[in-house]
C-alpha cells in the first residue's frame, strides 16, 4: 500500500543475511540479560563489509538490544542513501555467526491478542469512529513521511466507507526528519483541544509537506491550527511544554515495545501491517471484524 522494497533491504537480501542456523535449545531458556550482544565496532565492521561498496551510503547505529524472542540480539541502524535515510533492523543469532532480518511473529491460536491488549493498555491518540466498533486500527504516523502522506487517502477511504472501525492515532516521528516532532508536539496540542480540529490539522500538514522546512515549521504548523479551528498561538505555547513532549514519548515508547520502526505502521486488533493495497487492508479489517463475532 504504502512502501516500495527500499534498495537496502535488497543488497541486505542479497548478501545472504537471510540464512541462519537454527538456534539451539539452549538458546530458547536464555533470559534477556545473557543475550550476547555484538559491540558497536562489530557492527560498524559488518556494515562496511556489506555496504563499502558504495561511498555513498552511511549509516548510523541506533541500538544494539537483547530481541523480543530470547537469545537473539537486535541492531537497528538508519542508512542513508540516494533514496534518502531509512531505518533497518537485523537480528544476530547467539553464536554471533550470522543475521536475519524481517520480523519476529507472535504464534499460537490467536497470535494478535497480547499486542492487542498491550494497544488498548497503552494508546493516547485521538480517535476517530465508533467507541464501541469490533476493529480498531491504530496508526503510528510521522507528519514529515512521505509514506504517511500516500498513506492517508487509503486511511479516509476505509473511515468512509466502513463503519466498523475505529481509527487511532499515535505519533511516532523519526529521527531522521528534522521537523516531524515539533509537527507531533502541534498535533498533541491540537488533539487535546479538539478531535475534528486534529483530522483537519494533519491533513493540512501533509498537503504541505514540501512547502514546511525546519526553519518555517513553527509559522506553517500555528497557521494550520487556526485554519482547522483552534487557537494557533495557544497550539504553540502547548507545543513546548513538559507535559506534551511527555505524550509524545509516551508514543514512541508503546511503537517502540511493539517493535515499530517505521512509518506509516498499522495494527488491526493488534495484527502488525506495515502496508498493504488498500483491498488486502479492507480484508484484514473484514477478517478482523467476523473474528471478533
Given at each position: 500500500m504504502f512502501r516500495r522494497l527500499n534498495v537496502f533491504t535488497m543488497i541486505l537480501?542479497?548478501?545472504?543475511?537471510?540464512?541462519?542456523?537454527?538456534?539451539?535449545?539452549?538458546?530458547?531458556?536464555?533470559?534477556?540479560?545473557?543475550?550476547?550482544?555484538?559491540?558497536?565496532?562489530?557492527?560498524?565492521?559488518?556494515?562496511?563489509?556489506?555496504?563499502?561498496f558504495d561511498p555513498t551510503i552511511h549509516w548510523k547505529i541506533s541500538s544494539i538490544r537483547p530481541a523480543a524472542s530470547l537469545g537473539l540480539a537486535e541492531v537497528d541502524v538508519v542508512l542513508t542513501g540516494s533514496q534518502g535515510a531509512q531505518e533497518q533492523k537485523f537480528y544476530i543469532t547467539p553464536d554471533g555467526a550470522h543475521a536475519l532480518i524481517g520480523d519476529i511473529l507472535p504464534f499460537g491460536a490467536h497470535p494478535f491478542s497480547d499486542i492487542q491488549k498491550e494497544l488498548v493498555k497503552g494508546v493516547n491518540g485521538p480517535a476517530h469512529g465508533p467507541a464501541d466498533a469490533p476493529v480498531t486500527v491504530v496508526e503510528f504516523s510521522d507528519l514529515q513521511c512521505p509514506h504517511c502522506k500516500e498513506a492517508q487517502?487509503?486511511?479516509?477511504?476505509?473511515?468512509?466507507?466502513?463503519?466498523?472501525?475505529?481509527?487511532?492515532?499515535?505519533?511516532?516521528?523519526?529521527?531522521?526528519?528534522?521537523?516531524?516532532?515539533?509537527?507531533?508536539?502541534?498535533?498533541?496540542?491540537?488533539?487535546?483541544?479538539?478531535?475534528?480540529?486534529?483530522?483537519?490539522?494533519?491533513?493540512?500538514?501533509?498537503?504541505?509537506?514540501?512547502?514546511?522546512?525546519?526553519?518555517?515549521?513553527?509559522?506553517?504548523?500555528?497557521?494550520?491550527?487556526?485554519?482547522?479551528?483552534?487557537?494557533?498561538?495557544?497550539?504553540a505555547a502547548c507545543s513546548v511544554k513538559p507535559e506534551t513532549a511527555t505524550h509524545i514519548e509516551q508514543s514512541e515508547n508503546l511503537a517502540k515495545k511493539l517493535d515499530v520502526n517505521s512509518t506509516p505502521t498499522f495494527f488491526i486488533n493488534g495484527r502488525k501491517v506495515p502496508g498493504v493495497p488498500y483491498e488486502v487492508f479492507v480484508k484484514l479489517v473484514d477478517f478482523a471484524a467476523k473474528q471478533s463475532e
Open positions: 537480501l542479497l548478501a545472504g543475511l537471510a540464512s541462519a542456523q537454527q538456534t539451539n535449545t539452549a538458546s530458547h531458556t536464555a533470559t534477556k540479560s545473557s543475550v550476547n550482544l555484538p559491540s558497536e565496532e562489530t557492527v560498524n565492521a559488518f556494515m562496511q563489509a556489506t555496504f563499502g487517502p487509503t486511511v479516509s477511504k476505509l473511515m468512509a466507507e466502513n463503519k466498523t472501525v475505529r481509527l487511532v492515532f499515535q505519533s511516532f516521528p523519526l529521527p531522521m526528519h528534522d521537523w516531524a516532532r515539533k509537527a507531533a508536539s502541534y498535533a498533541d496540542c491540537v488533539s487535546r483541544s479538539s478531535n475534528d480540529a486534529f483530522w483537519k490539522f494533519i491533513e493540512s500538514v501533509y498537503n504541505a509537506q514540501s512547502d514546511i522546512t525546519s526553519s518555517n515549521a513553527d509559522e506553517k504548523l500555528t497557521g494550520f491550527a487556526d485554519a482547522a479551528g483552534v487557537k494557533g498561538s495557544e497550539i
